[in-house]
């Protein structure tokens, strides 16, 4: 199914790490996510959500969790439905509860890691779901490359719609809401995106740092933008470039590659950070 890609790569790409087949599906796979991490991780920044995105990880998390034990049904699948269903719930809860936006998400956080981690360890089966903590980008499989296109697609879709509409909600509700726009529904969809893209993504990255995927290259763009247009570019393109950078120098060392990626968007981060000054 591949094989055109893999003709590609070896035209123009003759090096070491790109002979393997494997390296070259993980760099489909970066060149698939990396933008929509760049993508998302923009609003998630601007809305300071970043508290909300690591506990879709924790949602996530429970997800595998509850698929593992019912059985007959794979544990991204179910992890991908009881993430939407949590990011729902959050969203929901968050709009119509008095509390605090933080407290809210806290609540949930903490119960679903805390259910999940009953459930993966009873009956002594923890060690089974430990790669989920790490991840490994480089047991990425064809299958899975193509659910990532198809979430490319569909992520671009629905951020061509609602993006508009998303900017003015993070702004002003009041102000939307007076434009007859449904900000709950708003919120919602763009939940569910980020939901559906740190599910699919976590058995790669990991629980561990699937957070950090969001909020790096959008802080490190943030740092020097002054406008959005900018700001999603500079974003993209820095989880693009530290996502292959981290690959290729993760086969070289031989480290955990989602973290490699990781710290080259930290990098990435204290460079602008050092720049930032000059864009105020």
């Avoid at 019912?70 to 439905?81: C, E, N, S, V």
């Avoid at 959005?228 to 993209?236: A, E, K, L, N």
Wanted: charged content about 10%.
């Amino acid at each position: 199914m591949l094989n055109w890609w893999y003709n590609l790569i070896d035209f123009i790409l003759p090096f070491e790490w790109s002979r393997h087949v494997f390296m070259k599906d993980a760099l489909l796979a970066i060149l698939l996510v990396m933008p929509v991490f760049g993508m998302l991780g923009t609003m998630v920044v601007s809305n300071r959500m970043a508290f909300f995105s690591d506990s879709l990880g924790h949602g996530a998390f429970t997800g595998i969790a509850i698929g593992a034990a019912l059985g007959g049904i794979k544990p991204i699948w179910a992890a991908t439905i009881f993430s939407i269903i949590f990011a729902i719930a959050i969203t929901f809860f968050k709009n119509k509860s008095r509390a605090s936006t933080d407290t809210v998400i806290g609540v949930f956080s903490s119960t679903a890691i805390a259910l999940g981690l009953v459930i993966m360890s009873y009956g002594g089966q923890f060690k089974k779901f430990q790669s989920y903590l790490v991840g490994d980008l480089l047991s990425v499989s064809n299958s899975d490359i193509l659910m990532l296109c198809i979430v490319f697609v569909l992520v671009i879709l629905l951020w061509l719609i609602i993006f508009n509409k998303l900017l003015v909600v993070s702004i002003n509700q009041s102000l939307a809401k007076s434009r007859g726009m449904n900000t709950l529904m708003i919120e919602v969809l763009f939940t569910i995106s980020i939901a559906v893209v740190v599910t699919i993504s976590i058995q790669w990255v990991g629980l561990l740092i699937i957070n950090s995927m969001l909020v790096l290259p959008a802080a490190a763009a943030r740092n020097v933008t002054v406008n959005v247009r900018r700001y999603h570019f500079i974003s993209i393109v820095t989880a693009l470039v530290s996502g292959v950078s981290g690959l290729i120098v993760s086969f070289y060392l031989n480290t955990v590659t989602g973290a490699t990626i990781v710290l080259f968007s930290a990098v990435f981060f204290f460079i602008t950070f050092s720049m930032r000054r000059r864009f105020i």
